[in-house]
Nanobody
Framework: HVVEFGGGLVQAGGSLRLSCAASGFSFGDYAIGWFRQVPGKEREGVSCVSGTDGITYYSDSVKDRFTISRDNAKNMVYLQMNSLKPEDTAIYYC???????????????????????WGQGTQVTVSS
C-alpha cells in the first residue's frame, strides 16, 4: 500500500514537500522512487532512494533543486522540491521497487517497469 500527499499549487521559485507512506512490506529493505507524468507524455523518473544503503539518485532536470530522504522508522519517504519551475507541473507518483541497489544501478533506477507498487499520484502545479 502506497500513498502520496503534499501536492498543491505554488508559484515559480517556491517550494513544496511531497510525502509518501508505504506499508505491507519490509520498508527499509527496498528502494522508493518518485516519478512524474504530464498528460500525453511518458512517466519520468525524478528521484530514488535505495533501501538498506540509502543511496540517492536524481534526474538531471531536478538535481540540485530536489532532495529525497527516507525515515525507515516511520515508513516514510519525502521529496523536498525547491526552486520550482512551471515545467515541474505534473502528477507525482511514489513507487516501490522490490529490488537490490545493484539491480537498480545495473538496470537504471528510472525505469518505471522496475517498480512493483504505485501510489495514486498527487498533483503539483507551478504557476509562472
Amino acid at each position: 500500500h502506497v500513498v502520496e500527499f503534499g501536492g498543491g499549487l505554488v508559484q515559480a521559485g517556491g517550494s513544496l514537500r511531497l510525502s509518501c507512506a508505504a506499508s505491507g512490506f519490509s520498508f527499509g529493505d527496498y528502494a522508493i522512487g518518485w516519478f512524474r507524468q504530464v498528460p500525453g507524455k511518458e512517466r519520468e523518473g525524478v528521484s530514488c532512494v535505495s533501501g538498506t544503503d540509502g543511496i540517492t539518485y536524481y534526474s538531471d532536470s531536478v538535481k540540485d533543486r530536489f532532495t529525497i530522504s527516507r525515515d525507515n522508522a516511520k515508513n516514510m519517504v519525502y521529496l523536498q522540491m525547491n526552486s520550482l519551475k512551471p515545467e515541474d507541473t505534473a502528477i507525482y507518483y511514489c513507487a516501490v521497487a522490490l529490488h537490490s541497489t545493484t539491480i537498480l544501478e545495473v538496470t537504471g533506477w528510472s525505469k518505471s517497469w522496475l517498480y512493483d507498487y504505485w501510489g495514486q499520484g498527487t498533483q503539483v502545479t507551478v504557476s509562472s
